[in-house]
T-cell receptor, first 117, second 112 residues
Framework: DQQVKQNSPSLSVQEGRISILNCDYT??????FLWYKKYPAEGPTFLIS?????DKNEDGRFTVFLNKSAKHLSLHIVPSQPGDSAVYFC????????????????FGQGTILTVHP | ETGVTQSPTHLIKTRGQQVTLRCSSQ?????VSWYQQALGQGPQFIFQ???????GRGNFPPRFSGLQFPNYSSELNVNALELDDSALYLC???????????FGPGTRLTVL
């Protein structure tokens, strides 16, 4: 049962253009969402996150949008740079009662982003 | 500030053997989570340790076990290795009250 899905295995974008990575989830209990970037031979690097009480969070070139009714989130990278080429994972979690994170992250399968110069 | 470190980087074992993987958490982090990432898949949650006790477990059999030490470092032990255990094992540290987890570079385990 894949609770978090990234339906696009790969995405190719020209340098300077926008990259849009998509993620869908099925578990309505998820209330915190994260994006990670992973280079070969390295662990995932945290990029940006969003709580379910928000619909947008921005950090520099990265913006995450959350549509709770559609159970969909997306990561926008503007402008895209060749150094952004990596595998991008979305992840979701359920906060334990009292606001403390239970800590289990459920990941999608990843999308390989290639940014061409 | 030291990030999350893992050892060894690579490991080759044969079916039926036992393996221990090690993780040092990021400075100040008191919670450690372990994940298994098979080729072409996203990381799968194995378990989490907080204050030296298991604080949640994913869908992994009991032959996957762990420890957390007073300095918050952690070990993942896998007994009776199977071919399907071949994967990248990732350790992530965090503060208990935070959602963001910070990952180490992983240990690539190959079971022959």
């Amino acid at each position: 049962d894949q609770q978090v899905k990234q339906n696009s295995p790969s995405l190719s974008v020209q340098e300077g253009r926008i990259s849009i990575l998509n993620c869908d989830y099925t578990n309505s209990m998820f209330d915190y969402f994260l994006w990670y970037k992973k280079y070969p031979a390295e662990g995932p690097t945290f990029l940006i996150s969003i709580s379910s009480i928000k619909d947008k969070n921005e950090d520099g070139r990265f913006t995450v949008f959350l549509n709770k009714s559609a159970k969909h989130l997306s990561l926008h990278i503007v402008p895209s740079q060749p150094g952004d080429s990596a595998v991008y994972f979305c992840a979701a979690s359920v906060r334990a009662a009292g606001g403390t994170s239970y800590g289990k992250l459920t990941f999608g399968q990843g999308t390989i982003l290639t940014v061409h110069p | 500030e030291t990030g999350v470190t893992q050892s060894p980087t690579h490991l080759i074992k044969t079916r039926g053997q036992q393996v221990t993987l090690r993780c040092s958490s990021q400075s100040g982090h008191n919670t450690v989570s372990w994940y298994q990432q098979a080729l072409g898949q996203g990381p799968q949650f194995i378990f989490q340790y907080y204050r030296e006790e298991e604080n949640g477990r994913g869908n992994f059999p009991p032959r996957f076990s762990g420890l957390q030490f007073p300095n918050y470092s952690s070990e993942l032990n896998v007994n009776a290795l199977e071919l399907d255990d071949s994967a990248l094992y990732l350790c992530a540290s965090s503060l208990a009250e935070a959602n963001e987890q910070f990952f180490g570079p992983g240990t690539r385990l190959t079971v022959l």
